[in-house]
């Protein structure tokens, strides 16, 4: 989605050497454990580069319903969402990571709420109006109604007299759910900053984003793949929504759902050939 030069340089990211699950809380070894004779560095520099990877936000949402292990497993890839500290620093005075713990209840909601997000781009790009309307609704106050996509206020309201019986025409529906949708990925986004990027052999510089944390980087990722004008497509195998980058591309281009569509048409093809309707004679 964007180079990876820049990619190092809108986010760094560190992942501890060691994260651990105890009592519904996902946190990276502390000073203690680190202190310790023989013990790790208290980060790895080998996922610094969040945003270098562009299967980041698919395999975030994947995580929808998955199990504890998985999650800790994604966490120890990537690193934990937000920072402890509101500093720089990726290390605090302590020499512990800044890192903020956060319960595997609270992790797993982020991941609904950007799975949500996605599908509703989705729903967007494939003009499913009938998902769109049901993730839309209206709260009545007086004279005019408030809109509320997924629950969450859009900047506008419908006045009840213009209201129709049979409710929001569908370039309402398809207005207010864009709008929706760009405030949510607007209000996740909004602790990044701008700064100057220099790629090699450019004669100067362009605006580039600066991102905070984990989190942010997995939204910034979002925002660009709703900004992206390729089609968009829905993985028939994991559900993921992804950016079709060839015509003839029908999964979201990760191994396991690749080889399970190639199973589907074998096992497709082997049945149809086993169908006497289909022979010839």
Same mark, same amino acid.
């Given at each position: 989605?964007?180079?990876?030069?820049?990619?190092?340089?809108?986010? #760094?990211?560190?992942?501890?050497?060691? +994260? *651990?699950?105890?009592?519904?809380?996902?946190?990276? $070894?502390?000073?203690?454990?680190?202190? #310790?004779?023989?013990?790790? =560095?208290?980060?790895? $520099?080998?996922?610094?580069? =969040?945003?270098?990877?562009?299967?980041?936000?698919?395999?975030?949402?994947?995580?929808?319903?998955?199990?504890?292990?998985?999650?800790?497993?994604?966490?120890?890839?990537?690193?934990?969402?937000?920072?402890?500290?509101?500093?720089?620093?990726?290390?605090?005075?302590?020499?512990?990571?800044?890192?903020?713990?956060?319960?595997?209840?609270?992790?797993?909601?982020?991941?609904?709420?950007?799975?949500?997000?996605? !599908?509703?781009?989705?729903?967007?790009?494939?003009?499913?109006?009938?998902?769109?309307?049901?993730?839309?609704?209206?709260?009545?106050?007086?004279? *005019?109604?408030?809109?509320?996509?997924?629950?969450?206020?859009?900047?506008?309201?419908?006045?009840?007299?213009?209201?129709?019986?049979?409710?929001?025409?569908?370039?309402?529906?398809?207005?207010?759910?864009?709008?929706?949708?760009?405030?949510?990925?607007?209000?996740?986004?909004?602790?990044?900053?701008?700064?100057?990027?220099?790629?090699?052999?450019?004669?100067? =510089?362009?605006?580039?984003?600066?991102?905070?944390?984990?989190? !942010?980087?997995?939204? +910034?990722?979002?925002?660009?793949?709703?900004?992206?004008?390729? =089609?968009?497509?829905?993985?028939?195998?994991?559900?993921?929504? +992804?950016?079709?980058?060839?015509?003839? #591309?029908?999964?979201?281009?990760?191994?396991?759902?690749?080889?399970?569509?190639?199973?589907?048409?074998?096992?497709?093809?082997?049945?149809?050939?086993?169908?006497?309707?289909?022979? #010839?004679?």
């Amino acid at each position: 989605m964007i180079g990876f030069d820049e990619a190092v340089a809108v986010c #760094q990211w560190p992942v501890a050497s060691v +994260y *651990y699950l105890t009592d519904g809380e996902i946190r990276p $070894w502390g000073p203690e454990e680190f202190n #310790q004779d023989e013990a790790p =560095p208290v980060f790895r $520099w080998t996922s610094t580069k =969040p945003l270098a990877d562009p299967d980041l936000l698919r395999s975030f949402v994947r995580l929808n319903k998955a199990s504890k292990g998985r999650v800790l497993r994604w966490v120890e890839k990537n690193g934990l969402l937000w920072r402890l500290e509101e500093t720089s620093a990726l290390q605090l005075e302590n020499g512990s990571i800044n890192q903020a713990p956060i319960t595997l209840e609270s992790f797993c909601e982020e991941v609904r709420r950007v799975r949500d997000a996605l !599908t509703l781009c989705e729903a967007l790009e494939s003009d499913r109006l009938d998902v769109l309307r049901n993730r839309i609704s209206l709260s009545d106050n007086g004279a *005019y109604s408030e809109v509320l996509v997924d629950g969450n206020p859009v900047p506008a309201i419908v006045k009840d007299r213009d209201l129709p019986a049979a409710g929001l025409s569908d370039t309402d529906v398809r207005i207010f759910a864009r709008a929706g949708l760009h405030r949510l990925i607007e209000a996740n986004i909004a602790s990044l900053h701008l700064g100057f990027h220099q790629s090699p052999g450019a004669r100067r =510089p362009r605006l580039s984003a600066r991102i905070p944390d984990l989190a !942010t980087a997995i939204w +910034y990722q979002l925002a660009l793949f709703v900004c992206d004008a390729r =089609p968009t497509r829905v993985c028939p195998r994991c559900g993921t929504p +992804y950016t079709q980058k060839r015509s003839d #591309q029908t999964t979201c281009g990760t191994a396991a759902c690749r080889k399970a569509e190639s199973r589907a048409k074998k096992k497709d093809q082997s049945a149809a050939n086993a169908d006497p309707e289909g022979t #010839q004679g």
